[in-house]
């Protein structure tokens, strides 16, 4: 029984968006929420989706996961489409946990509905929850925790079923900054130690810039790409980075982008 | 013993015994007829000299009421359970669901005894219909509430219509489930003791034979110990809801 971190990296899987669009119909008027996209994700890459809120960036995730469909275009994930319920994770904006589970039951759930035998499960699940540093926490149950700590039993279910593509819908959202700026950095070492690909939906500039290696700027609904930015920061990034002049001048690209997009 | 039990029992049966003390001294300072208001004392000296025809009695609505909500609770649930699976099936049923709440028992009973015959069956089909309206009303609110992001992740895994139900859509409505045993517990006593009426047995027919000798007292000690049986089985439903639900719902976790 190996400890988490010492387990060989899973190769994060390739995502391609070629003329992704979506239009739903409401009291019976055609509201376009994504505009045909064409995005390539590189296998294991942290790319954060930014854009404004309602522009249709939680559309275009949710097609990734195959929770939605696309009324065009076409969503390529590597490998196929055999099997993606293993290899692909969805974090929602809130934690949205069971509240008749404790901590271990909600992260093993994933697992149970993938059919795989209880033992394996609670193995799992006890190493999922001890990569998001919940151990003491493992047998409490959802009402008798903090929102961060809800968040993180969360992100410990998404990562229970060891995923090559991990979709993040503003997971942090709803938390204060502090809490938010921890779970951010908890989250990108967990990218680092796993090696998974990144998808990271967001409205926050400084999170987009503090987490991804690379950023894509949505405009206002319908979503188009206004900038595909690669930031150029370090891989080691700190509470240091947040006052570093680099971080300062990535967010101003972001924001102007952002403000263009807005127009 | 639990440390909140005394602070809860305690006002309402200092309610009751302060009550009964001055219905009792109202009704001797106003000499008014036993046969119209008997007097407290009176309706405890029923009860105790005709225990042996009242808690056969109580036994035997008892088993009616208990068979008639444990009809209600799996049926009502089923129901519902079926009445969720498709807004079309919803929309074609639900209206007729309503027609168990909205039947007047006293009319029917007549009819179930012409079906069923005398005796214990009609009383439970009686304590059944009165009582599955609640349980099916509110099991559909809960299976129709669940969480829309849960529902999400369940198809995220590829979970069945089967594992969605067990492990998810029913959790989530159980404390409505109980909320609606709550009502129906009550309603199942008021059931039975009118299927009684017509079908006969049980304290439906200790009332009936009371009155006809005018026996008032005895009509109010028949009637105690119906509302006693009704209190027993909402108590037993609070306690299965404390249980099952103490450690992670809100209405069961502040004490």
Same mark, same amino acid.
């Given at each position: 029984m190996a400890a988490p971190r010492s387990e060989p990296r899973a190769t994060g899987i390739a995502v391609a968006l070629r003329g992704v669009r979506r239009t739903f119909r409401s009291n019976g008027e055609a509201v376009e929420a994504v505009a045909g996209i064409d995005l390539d994700v590189a296998a294991g890459e942290f790319l954060a989706l930014l854009g404004p809120s309602g522009c249709g960036k939680s559309t275009l995730l949710r097609i990734v996961a195959g929770l939605d469909r696309q009324d065009a275009g076409e969503v390529r994930i590597e /490998? /196929?489409?055999?099997g993606a319920r293993e290899r692909v994770a969805f974090v929602f904006q809130?934690?949205?946990?069971?509240?008749? %589970?404790d901590v271990l039951g909600n992260v093993a759930l994933p697992l149970e509905l993938l059919g795989q035998p209880a033992a394996a499960c609670g193995e799992a699940a006890r190493a999922a929850v001890a990569q998001v540093g919940l151990e003491d926490a493992a047998r409490r149950f959802p009402a008798q925790l903090s929102g961060g700590m809800r968040m993180r039993v969360s992100l410990a279910r998404a990562l229970v079923t060891r995923p090559r593509l991990l979709l993040l819908d503003e997971p942090f959202a709803a938390l204060d900054e502090i809490t938010r700026q921890a779970l951010d950095d908890q989250l990108r070492a967990l990218w680092a130690a796993t090696g998974t690909t990144v998808l990271f939906v967001t409205h926050s500039i400084a999170e987009a810039a503090f987490l991804a290696e690379r950023a894509i700027v949505l405009s206002r609904r319908p979503a188009r790409i206004v900038l595909e930015h690669a930031l150029d920061l370090p891989?080691? %990034? /700190?509470?240091a980075l947040r006052a570093d002049p680099r971080f300062a001048r990535e967010m101003g690209v972001l924001y102007e982008a952002l403000r263009g997009g807005d127009a | 013993m639990n440390p909140g039990l005394a602070p809860r029992i305690g006002p309402p049966l200092a309610t009751f015994v302060v009550t009964a003390a001055l219905a009792e001294a109202a009704i001797r300072v106003s000499d008014v007829s036993p046969l119209l208001l008997p007097a407290p004392s009176a309706v405890v000296r029923a009860a105790w000299s005709q225990s042996a025809v009242l808690l056969p009695a109580l036994a035997a609505t008892a088993r009616c009421v208990l068979l008639g909500l444990a009809a209600s609770a799996a049926l009502g649930v089923l129901a519902a359970v079926a009445l969720s699976s498709s807004r079309w099936v919803e929309r074609a049923f639900y209206p007729y669901a309503i027609f168990f709440q909205i039947v007047p028992i006293v009319a029917i009973a007549p009819l179930l005894v012409i079906w069923?015959?005398?005796?214990s069956r009609a009383v439970v089909a009686a304590a059944f219909i009165v009582s599955v309206f609640p349980v099916i009303a509110n099991t559909l609110a809960g299976l129709l509430s669940v969480d829309p992001a849960l529902r999400d992740l369940f198809r995220l895994y590829g979970a069945g219509a089967w594992a969605r139900l067990l492990k998810l859509e029913l959790p989530w409505a159980l404390p409505f489930i109980l909320t609606g045993l709550r009502i129906a517990a009550g309603l199942a006593v008021i059931g039975a003791i009118v299927g009684e009426f017509v079908g006969g047995g049980g304290l439906g027919v200790v009332v009936l034979g009371a009155m006809r000798e005018q026996r008032t007292d005895l009509v109010f000690a028949a009637i105690l110990h119906a509302s006693a049986l009704g209190l027993a089985l909402f108590a037993l439903v609070n306690l299965a809801s404390r249980l099952a639900l103490?450690?992670?719902?809100a209405s069961e976790s502040s004490a």
């Open positions: /490998g /196929g489409p055999a809130d934690a949205h946990l069971l509240p008749w %589970r891989a080691q %990034r /700190g509470a | 069923f015959g005398y005796g103490r450690r992670w719902h």
